[in-house]
Structures are given as C-alpha cells and as structure tokens.
C-alpha cells in the first residue's frame, strides 16, 4: 500500500488519521504508534480514520454529506502498529444524508466494524430546545497538563493536542483516586488547528477512561462507541466531561460531553468497555 503523503503543515492527528483510496470504496491507512496505549490504538481514533474512508466513498458517489453525524462502531480485535484496510459499503445517498458500514481490518483480520450517517452542519443552526449546560470547569490556563498516555515519538497525540483537566479530577494522577469517576477539562488541537466533525469523533474518546479515577487499571479496551455530533464547533478550546455511571462484572459505560468555546453542546457519546482493578489480579 502507498500511504498518502502527510503534509508537513497540518496537525499531527491529520497526519495520523489520512486515508489513500486504493481501489473503489477501498483505502488504506496506518496505525500510528503514538496513537496508540500499550501498543493498542485509540478507539475514537480508530473511528475517526475510518470517517476519513467513508467521507471520501461518498463524495465520490456524487454525496455532499462531508460531516459524520453518527458514527457507531464495534471493536473487534485491537489491531497493532501498521498498515489498515477499510472497505465502504455505501447503502444509501439522500438529500440530506447518507449512510453507509466501514469494515476496517489488518492483515485479512476483522478489528472494526462501523456504521455512520454523515451529512452536512449548519453553522448557523440553533436548538429548538436543549438541557446540557457546560459542565462547570476552571479556565483552561487554571487547568493543569503534562499527563501523558501514549508513547513519546514523533507524531504523536501529545503533540497534535493539548489536554488539560480540572485540578479538582486529577487523583488519580497523584496516586489519590478521588472516587467520583469523572474527569473534567479543555482539549484544544495544537499549531491553529481548529475542531471539526472529524477531529470530534477521536475527542469523544480522548480523555483518560473515567474508571482511573476509581483506582482501575490501565487496561480499558474498549467494546462499542456511539458518537452524535450535533453541531460545527467555534474555534477554540473544546470542554469535556467524562464520567461512568455504572461499574459492573467487569464493564463500564462511559458517557462524554463536549461543549465548543461559545458554550454550546457539539458532541454526546457514549461507549462500554471493559475495566480491571488491582483486586483483581490478585
């Protein structure tokens, strides 16, 4: 497979994320190990690799639908390091949106399977009605970073983003769980990179696994993502809340808020996956 060539101005999760159509509704990708968390990829940036392929696929069949709406995707082997294969299948191109599966696989192995709806946001779109209001968080320079999850090499998510998290949520952090399973904070991309629907779809994973708070683990695979993006964001930093509602028989849920610099909710998501505490290893 010829990857596509990264160009050296964009944002290292571009580069991360590019796709290279390599046969009809047929792409290529690379799993990028600075992406990854012991050697595993990112589930949200898995999925949004895969929006890459798909957003392609239906602008060549003649769709102007370049947002993902809904994407829903089952995690079904962690592929490693290297080359993807993501196969469209295009079901339907309408007025107002399309939908389609994404198969991703590695090595003639199945590791994703991802449903979308993409269509197109209205900048100007205003809710009819809405009860989220942004999670209440100190401003970003009062939020503190330096946390890092991934390995350090070149192109890595720590470069192409900034996460910085309520002081208030960082036990865990300091070896002091605080109990509450929530994390709370800003995410803003680095180097004048703006959010967008894409970018969107990595964030409603991109904070650290709620559970750490309650003392988990670092092994957090995760099973199955569902993210809504219901708008354009403004430019600037992106707020998050992630927080778990239920731990049981070694699985959680996890739900993810984000709300753009003008305060408006932009993205929901909602995953399960599994979780493991030090008790249970022993």
């Not at 991109?206 to 708008?231: C, I, K, M, Q």
């Amino acid at each position: 497979m010829e990857a596509a060539a990264a160009d050296p101005q964009e944002n290292a999760f571009d580069a991360a994320t590019a796709v290279a159509r390599i046969g009809e509704r047929l792409y290529g990708a690379d799993v990028h190990p600075g992406w990854t968390h012991g050697g595993k990829p990112n589930g949200g940036y898995l999925l949004a690799t895969a929006a890459r392929a798909a957003i392609d696929a239906v602008a060549e069949g003649g769709g102007d639908h370049p947002d993902p709406l809904v994407a829903t995707a089952t995690y079904l082997a962690a592929p490693d390091v290297g080359p993807l294969r993501i196969e469209i299948d295009l079901w339907r191109i309408g007025r107002s949106a399309s939908q389609l599966q994404a198969h991703v696989s590695q090595d003639g192995k199945p590791c994703v399977e991802a449903t979308m709806i993409l269509g197109r946001l209205d900048a100007a779109a205003e809710p009819r009605f809405e009860d989220v209001p942004p999670v209440e968080v100190p401003s970003y320079d009062q939020c503190e970073g330096g946390f890092r999850t991934t390995p350090a090499v070149e192109g890595d998510m720590e470069g192409a983003l900034q996460r910085r998290l309520d002081p208030a949520t960082l036990g865990f952090f300091r070896g002091e769980p605080t109990g509450k399973g929530e994390f709370r904070g800003w995410l803003a991309f680095t180097g004048g990179r703006e959010p967008d629907p894409v970018a969107l779809l990595f964030v409603a994973d991109g904070f650290p696994p709620a559970t750490l708070d309650l003392g988990s683990t670092g092994w957090v695979p995760t099973l199955e993502l569902t993210v809504y993006n219901r708008a354009l964001p403004a430019p600037g930093p992106l707020r998050v809340r992630q927080r778990t509602r239920l731990v049981q028989q070694g699985f959680f849920d996890e739900v993810c808020e984000v709300w753009d610099s003008r305060g408006r909710l932009v993205t929901q998501a909602t995953q399960l996956a599994g979780v493991r505490f030090p008790d249970d290893l022993s």
